[in-house]
């Protein structure tokens, strides 16, 4: 079974993270999912905007895989 490992609004990073992920051994995939953003003020929707997730294939991996992205992560911001 896949395990959501990660979300992001920045469809680049989300890109640079399956593939360094994928370089590193671990199975992941990509899934984009819409959002909609509500208007509060005037009653309807606003803004779309796409999410890309990263979901990891094999859950054995789930505590190295969220280790080695919290690291890539933590490493990128420096």
Do not use: C
Not at 1 to 14: E, H, P, R, Y
Not at 30 to 54: A, C, M, V, Y
């Amino acid at each position: 079974m896949a395990s959501k490992i990660f979300t992001t609004n920045d469809q680049l990073l989300g890109s640079y993270l399956r593939n360094l992920m994928e370089s590193a051994g671990y199975s992941v995939l990509t899934q984009k999912t819409r959002i909609e953003t509500p208007l509060e003020q005037q009653g309807g929707f606003g803004n779309l905007d796409w999410h890309s997730e990263l979901w990891l294939i094999h859950d054995a991996d789930l505590a190295n895989a969220q280790q080695f992205l919290q690291q890539a992560l933590s490493r990128d911001s420096a």
